[in-house]
């Protein structure tokens, strides 16, 4: 079946650098985008979502884009600080799905002080 | 601040016995997920729930794990029996998606199950 997926599973960078997170999707009928965050221990927790109708959202020290005509969202964190540090998810939502989030397998970050 | 609350928060059981955890999703809420997490797998959704009515249970082994919502502010995910390949972190997750306010999904700490 289609699924979200990711170029890198890991990703480390210096503290104070930009970070850029990729995810490839493969359902072009896809509406709708999530970032989460995880941290070790905890729950994934919400950073910004995206509509297929925008290419571009921006929220404190993250943007979103979306390229739907090669299917490929990323993650940019500003200025990346010690506490971004967790495995960041990109999820779609299948237009007509009924509210279901299908998750990629996820990519960890590490921030260097 | 709401969030979602789970129950217990780690459950270390042996093959064959009945597990059960508890989720209560944030009041107002209209929709409550089940997720198992595992390290090759990734995060998977088991069954969710819109109004108390299940949805869909099609990502559940239906032979062994039951998930009901009780009332408005408890979700249950039971396994009976367990079995060792169970053991994995299960998340619940709330939220009230519609296209105008989006599909976020607010998780739970999660329920770290260990079946020896």
Not at chain 1, 23 to 46: H, L, M, R, T, V
Not at chain 2, 15 to 26: A, D, K, L, S, Y
Not at chain 2, 78 to 93: G, H, L, M
Request: aromatic share 10%; hydrophobic share 30%; proline share 6%.
């Amino acid at each position: 079946g289609e699924s979200v997926g990711l170029h890198l599973p890991t990703l480390s960078v210096q503290e104070g650098d930009n970070s850029i997170i990729n995810c490839a999707y493969s359902n072009s009928a896809s509406d709708y985008f999530i970032w989460y965050k995880q941290e070790s221990g905890k729950g994934p927790q919400f950073i910004i979502d995206i509509r297929s109708n925008m290419d571009k959202r921006q929220g404190q020290r993250v943007t979103v884009l979306l390229n739907k005509t090669v299917k490929h969202l990323s993650l940019q964190i500003a200025a990346t600080q010690p506490g971004d540090s967790a495995v960041y998810f990109c999820a779609e939502k299948g237009w007509g799905s009924n509210y279901k989030l299908t998750f990629g397998k996820g990519t960890l970050l590490t921030v260097n002080p | 601040d709401a969030r979602v609350t789970q129950t217990p928060r780690h459950k270390v059981t042996e093959m064959g016995q009945e597990v059960t955890m508890r989720c209560q999703p944030i009041l107002g809420h209209n929709t409550v997920f089940w997720y198992r997490q595992t390290m090759m797998q990734g995060l998977e959704l088991l069954a969710y729930f819109r109004n108390r009515a299940p949805l869909d249970d099609s990502g559940m082994p239906k032979d062994r794990f039951s998930a009901e919502m009780p009332d408005a502010t408890l979700a249950t995910l039971k396994i009976q029996p367990s079995e060792p390949r169970d053991s994995a972190v299960y998340f619940c997750a709330s939220g009230s998606p519609n296209r105008d306010r989006g599909y976020e999904q607010y998780f739970g700490p999660g329920t770290r199950l260990t079946v020896t």
